[in-house]
Structure formats: structure tokens, C-alpha cells
């Protein structure tokens, strides 16, 4: 088994990182991820103005997978992701979706027993998700903090990204060069005040190589649906970017007019909002494999 220790982290996604292991193409590794405060917040008495916030949002890695090389995608399997026994979550005047109603500064120690998550006694299923997660970018779009979600990845902060599901990266650099960190026990989509319940995690997942397919963006594969993911300054301008490819595929698939394609993802393809308050937003269009399986959608992708 190959293990990443949370001390090798990454605080931007950059065409030249330096990776800390190489693997062969399908091999397995286990990631030991960092919160994204880096376990500086351990009490409701913590005063995030008072950590180092040159410390956050740490993502473990990067791994240099042999094979790849662009052009490729990165198709990432997710194992496992075993979450600790406490999380965080906060809520910062000025951030989140309510930036101007938030009025005070909060900080929340969320316990997690047998499975669930305790917060206003409630207890709250878990779903552990992974916030950050990525391959190095193109010389053209890096370096890219690890705050920030766009082609190639990054803090996307999708609840969908999760244990049994199969992200799909766009390769820029030779090896791929990927890292993962800022996991959640929970957090719903757009992640509306800022934080999920941000908890340090060991993430297992498998790394292989698909040679000659080249997409824009991320591509996620679940039990029933296959989403692209797009990022931008705008909602408006990430729901273009994600649609857009979506209808593109489903052009070549059926080998129709794009405008017929246009058509049937208005039918079909939900627009979902993935988070809201990173400093660019995200979008999935989701595609139903009742309509086109992942595999489609991947061959309409290759040159």
C-alpha cells in the first residue's frame, strides 16, 4: 500500500510541482488529509483571526502517476474515506452566501459517534465528501491556489465526490501530478456559509491512466450519472462551461445537430449548483446514464 503523509501538502496547484511519491499506472494510495484549517481549530473558544492562514486549505500530494502525460485523463476511483471523530465548522462575517447578514463570528467543535454527526441535538448521517482534489494545471492556467477550483480540479467542493464514485481529470502535465485534502463529514451543495463540517480524513483511492481522451474539465462518475464539472467568476459563466460540454458529447453520441443535442439536454441534464462561496463558482451538469453512460460520454471526448 502507498501512503501520503499530511505533512507533504501543497498550498497551490503549479504546473511544476515536485512530487513526493511516483506510482505505476492503477496502483492504490492512501492519502492522510488535513482540515482545512490544518487542525488549528480544536475548540468553540478558537479565534480563527488568530491561526496562521498561510496554512490553509493544505492539499496532501502531489503524486506523480508513471503513464500519464497529457492529452490523458486521470481517472481517480475513491476507496475509502475514513473521517476523524471531530470536526469543525465556522461561520466568518463577510463570507458565504449571507456575507452581508452574518453578523457574528462563530466557531462550532462538531463530535461524530457511531456514524452521525451531533450538532443543535441532532444527529446527522454522515457523507464524507472531498472539498480539494486535482492534478497539476496547464503553464497557461497555473498556478492555481488550492482554495480555488477550475480546469484542472482544485477546491471544487462537491458533495458528489465521495466514497464509490470515479473522477475523471484532465492531464496537463507528465505524471499528472495530483493531490487531494479539505475533506467534510457533511455539507450540503453550494456549501452556504462558508464551511462544511471540515474534518481530517484518510482517503484511499486508485489512480489510473486513460490515454487519448481530452476533456475541458473534471468529469465525475456515480452509481447513476455522469456530471462535468465547470468553475468561473459567475454562476451564470461556470453553468455555460459545464452545459457546454455536456451538449457537445451528447452530440457526438447521438450524432445529431449540436441544436438537437441542445434540445434533449434541456430534456434531460440537470444544472446543479456545487458551491457558492470559493473565489470562483462551480456547477455540475449531469448527465443520466440512462441517456449516455460515462463510457459514451468519455469516447465523444477522444481526438
Same mark, same amino acid.
Given at each position: 500500500?502507498?501512503?501520503?503523509?499530511?505533512?507533504?501538502?501543497?498550498?497551490?496547484?503549479?504546473?511544476? *510541482?515536485?512530487?513526493?511519491?511516483?506510482?505505476?499506472?492503477?496502483?492504490?494510495?492512501?492519502?492522510?488529509?488535513?482540515?482545512?484549517?490544518? !487542525?488549528?481549530?480544536?475548540?468553540?473558544?478558537?479565534?480563527l483571526?488568530?491561526?496562521?492562514?498561510?496554512?490553509?486549505?493544505?492539499?496532501?500530494?502531489?503524486?506523480?502517476?508513471r503513464?500519464?502525460?497529457?492529452?490523458d485523463?486521470?481517472?481517480?476511483?475513491? *476507496?475509502?474515506?475514513?473521517?476523524?471523530?471531530?470536526?469543525?465548522?465556522?461561520?466568518?462575517?463577510?463570507?458565504?452566501? #449571507?456575507?452581508?447578514?452574518?453578523?457574528?463570528?462563530?466557531?462550532?467543535?462538531?463530535?461524530?459517534?457511531?456514524?452521525?454527526?451531533?450538532?443543535?441535538? #441532532?444527529?446527522?448521517? #454522515?457523507?464524507? *465528501?472531498?472539498?480539494?482534489?486535482?492534478?497539476?494545471?496547464?503553464?497557461?492556467?497555473?498556478?492555481?491556489?488550492t482554495?480555488?477550483?477550475?480546469?484542472?480540479?482544485?477546491?471544487?467542493?462537491?458533495?458528489?465526490?465521495?466514497?464509490?464514485?470515479?473522477?475523471?481529470?484532465?492531464?496537463? !502535465?507528465?505524471?499528472?501530478?495530483?493531490? #487531494?485534502?479539505?475533506?467534510?463529514a457533511?455539507?450540503?451543495?453550494?456549501?452556504?456559509?462558508?464551511?462544511?463540517?471540515?474534518?481530517?480524513?484518510?482517503?484511499?483511492?486508485r489512480?489510473?491512466?486513460?490515454?487519448?481522451?481530452?476533456?475541458?474539465?473534471?468529469?465525475?462518475?456515480?452509481?447513476?450519472?455522469? *456530471?462535468?464539472?465547470?468553475?468561473?467568476?459567475?454562476?451564470?459563466?461556470?453553468?455555460?462551461?459545464?452545459?457546454? !460540454?455536456?451538449?457537445?458529447?451528447?452530440?457526438?453520441?447521438?450524432?445529431?445537430?449540436?441544436?438537437?443535442?441542445?434540445?434533449?439536454?434541456?430534456?434531460?441534464?440537470?444544472?446543479?449548483?456545487?458551491?457558492?462561496?470559493?473565489?470562483?463558482?462551480?456547477?455540475?451538469?449531469?448527465?443520466?446514464?440512462?441517456?449516455?453512460?460515462?463510457? !459514451?460520454?468519455?469516447?465523444?471526448?477522444?481526438?
Amino acid at each position: 500500500m502507498n501512503i501520503v503523509e499530511g505533512r507533504y501538502v501543497v498550498y497551490a496547484f503549479t504546473p511544476e *510541482m515536485e512530487p513526493v511519491l511516483t506510482v505505476d499506472d492503477g496502483s492504490i494510495v492512501t492519502f492522510e488529509s488535513n482540515d482545512c484549517f490544518f !487542525q488549528q481549530v480544536k475548540t468553540n473558544e478558537d479565534v480563527l483571526d488568530s491561526i496562521d492562514h498561510d496554512r490553509l486549505n493544505p492539499a496532501t500530494g502531489p503524486v506523480y502517476v508513471r503513464g500519464a502525460e497529457p492529452g490523458d485523463l486521470l481517472k481517480v476511483d475513491i *476507496m475509502a474515506i475514513d473521517v476523524a471523530d471531530q470536526g469543525v465548522a465556522a461561520v466568518v462575517p463577510g463570507e458565504g452566501a #449571507l456575507r452581508e447578514e452574518a453578523k457574528e463570528k462563530i466557531v462550532r467543535v462538531i463530535p461524530i459517534v457511531e456514524g452521525a454527526a451531533e450538532y443543535l441535538g #441532532l444527529r446527522i448521517p #454522515l457523507k464524507p *465528501m472531498i472539498g480539494v482534489i486535482g492534478v497539476a494545471p496547464s503553464d497557461e492556467d497555473g498556478p492555481c491556489p488550492t482554495d480555488t477550483p477550475y480546469k484542472h480540479g482544485g477546491n471544487m467542493d462537491t458533495h458528489d465526490i465521495r466514497k464509490g464514485t470515479t473522477l475523471y481529470f484532465p492531464v496537463r !502535465q507528465p505524471g499528472a501530478l495530483f493531490a #487531494l485534502g479539505d475533506c467534510h463529514a457533511l455539507m450540503g451543495d453550494g456549501e452556504v456559509c462558508f464551511t462544511g463540517v471540515e474534518i481530517p480524513a484518510d482517503v484511499t483511492v486508485r489512480l489510473s491512466v486513460v490515454k487519448g481522451v481530452n476533456s475541458i474539465w473534471p468529469i465525475l462518475e456515480t452509481e447513476t450519472e455522469t *456530471m462535468v464539472i465547470a468553475s468561473a467568476k459567475t454562476m451564470e459563466e461556470a453553468t455555460r462551461d459545464s452545459v457546454s !460540454q455536456a451538449v457537445g458529447a451528447l452530440a457526438k453520441i447521438f450524432d445529431c445537430m449540436w441544436e438537437e443535442a441542445y434540445v434533449l439536454a434541456s430534456m434531460v441534464v440537470d444544472a446543479r449548483i456545487s458551491q457558492v462561496v470559493d473565489p470562483l463558482l462551480t456547477v455540475r451538469a449531469v448527465i443520466p446514464k440512462t441517456i449516455a453512460t460515462t463510457e !459514451q460520454i468519455l469516447n465523444a471526448l477522444k481526438e
